[in-house]
Nanobody
């Protein structure tokens, strides 16, 4: 069972990036999927979540209208489209999956991928 996040990089303020999270060993369609981030010196926080029951999505207030979580079940992959990036979005971004809960928790998810670094320059 593995989650592989990719797509991070260095981008200027106002730019865009798309993060991908590919799953292997299990089917993402049956899992609640979340994107989380952790900036230096700060606690991990939830960014976006897609529930397993009906695909309802959640985005934290600071990214609403800029970030979008989506799934491609055929590719067993979840994406985070990030537009209008700001320096305060700089962080290591993680994807995670949970087979039981219908919500995301930065404190506990069943599976975590290794992070991908997003750096937004001003």
């Amino acid at each position: 069972v593995q989650l592989q996040a990719s797509g991070g990089g260095l981008v200027q303020s106002g730019g865009s990036l798309r993060l991908s999270c590919a799953a292997s060993g299990f089917t993402l369609d049956y899992y609640t999927i979340g994107w989380f981030r952790q900036a230096p010196g700060k606690e991990r926080e939830g960014v976006a979540c897609s529930s397993k029951s009906d695909g309802t999505t959640y985005h934290r207030d600071s990214v609403k209208g800029r970030f979008t979580i989506s799934r491609d079940n055929a590719k067993n992959t979840v994406y985070l489209q990030m537009n209008s990036l700001k320096p305060e979005d700089t962080a290591v971004y993680y994807c995670a999956a949970d087979g039981f809960k219908d919500y995301c928790s930065p404190g506990y998810m069943d599976y975590w991928g290794k992070g991908t670094l997003v750096t937004v320059s001003s």
